[in-house]
């Protein structure tokens, strides 16, 4: 179930919340073939009244499953933001829907978690990307960047007769 928070429980304390927000509610659309949902998203979240609106406060985590975009490796990159805080406002332009007292804090949540996703995720810091099988060359070497004299492209660029 999404992430809700019933404004008649603030008035007199702040409430405790904790759980998992499924990927069919968290409805994230990473538009990017190198980095997928595979688990839910799980929350510890403290949320109190503070004048025109609420405050949100604790933790989000969850795994993504992402490629290598160096070395096409695929593997698992923990999202975490251990301190979050959301400020919701109740009133204004920005103020967010009360449905029969309940405020839906999961698109909140989702554009703070999709704002941590990695932009360009690496296996780790120093990959040095896929092998260049041509060279020889393992990863992370540099190549000369020219090809070889005797290969069959140099043989049939020398075939062309240019006039100077």
């Not at 406060?57 to 490629?67: A, F, K, P």
Request: one cysteine or more; proline letters at 9%; charged letters at 25%.
């Amino acid at each position: 179930m999404p992430l809700k928070v019933n404004l008649r429980h603030l008035e007199d304390h702040p409430v405790q919340l904790q759980g998992e927000l499924s990927l069919e509610e968290l409805d994230i659309d990473t538009l990017d073939e190198v980095i997928q949902t595979f688990e839910p998203l799980k929350y510890e979240v403290e949320v109190e009244r503070v004048e025109n609106g609420l405050l949100v406060s604790g933790r989000l985590s969850m795994n993504l499953l992402c490629e290598c975009v160096r070395c096409l490796t695929r593997f698992v990159c923990p999202v975490e933001l251990p301190d979050w805080t959301a400020h919701i406002p109740l009133e204004g332009e920005d103020a967010a829907p009360v449905v029969n007292d309940m405020i839906d804090l999961t698109p909140v949540v989702r554009e703070d978690i999709l704002l941590d996703f990695p932009q360009h995720p690496l296996c780790n810091p120093n990959c040095g990307g896929l092998p260049d099988t041509r060279n020889g060359n393992a990863p992370g070497q540099a190549g000369t960047g020219q090809l070889e004299s005797g290969s069959p492209a140099w043989a049939e660029l020398n075939k062309l007769k240019l006039r100077k």
